[in-house]
């Protein structure tokens, strides 16, 4: 397997722009995580699918950011407008049964906003 | 408080030493992570436990369910172990609270 497949690696946006970020996870897994790494603040989830449905968006910063599952080998983060503080490494990881299966990371997008 | 706490922040060893790397939670779990990130950025599982504990090849990981504490070890410690070990608690609602991270640093 491919394992969870996130595109771009890389993204330098201005200030502003739209940013998507894509995630394609491991086929047969039922939950997807998006995921935000920063110095500051370490890892952090930003939202979750089960079967393709938003299950917790709460630690989704604000309503500049969305994500999307319309099927189940396809997710997307969407950022509009971006600014400077979205600068971080986002990954995408997913899993089969979340409590009892360890989780699988994308290689994650650096995103870096001027 | 952190809701994760891990111990040390940063680790320095000499190649083959035997390495320890402590976790203490303050939540309730429903299981326990241990990951690995390498300098170029990637995150790798190593563990899932809910108790007891479990080995792979130099690594073990053990976990206190009474105590909320557990233990990362490393066996014959290798220039290649060197890395950011994150440990992770799974909760009720799904989601994963992250520790900080340890950054270890082996030397030949």
């Known amino acids: 397997d491919a394992g969870v497949i996130q595109s771009p690696r890389h993204e330098v946006t201005e200030m502003g722009q739209e940013v998507t970020l894509r995630c394609k996870p491991i086929?047969?897994?039922?939950?997807l995580f998006w995921y935000r790494q920063t110095m500051m603040r370490g890892l952090e989830l930003l939202i979750y699918f089960n079967n393709n449905v938003p299950i917790d968006d709460s630690g989704m910063p604000e309503d500049r950011f969305s994500a999307k599952m319309p099927n189940a080998s396809f997710s997307t983060l969407k950022i509009q407008p971006s600014e400077p503080r979205d600068s971080a490494v986002y990954f995408c990881a997913s899993t089969w049964e979340f409590y009892n299966s360890p989780l699988h990371f994308g290689n994650g997008t650096r995103l870096t906003v001027t | 408080k952190n809701e994760v706490e891990q111990s040390p922040q940063n680790l320095t060893a000499q190649e083959g030493e035997f390495i320890t790397i402590n976790c203490s939670y303050s939540?309730?779990?429903?299981?326990l992570h241990w990951l690995q990130q390498h300098p170029g950025g990637g995150i790798v599982s190593l563990f899932m436990?809910?108790?007891g504990k479990k080995k792979h090849g130099r690594l073990i990981a053990t976990i206190n369910i009474q105590e909320k504490h557990s233990s990362l070890h490393i066996t014959a410690s290798h220039p290649r172990d060197s890395a950011v070990y994150i440990c992770?608690?799974?909760?009720?609602?799904?989601?994963?609270?992250f520790g900080k991270g340890t950054k270890l640093s082996v030397k030949p």
């Open positions: 086929s047969g897994h039922n939950s």
């Open positions: 436990l809910s108790s």
């Open positions: 939540v309730g779990i429903s299981a």
């Open positions: 992770a608690v799974g909760g009720s609602q799904g989601n994963l609270i």
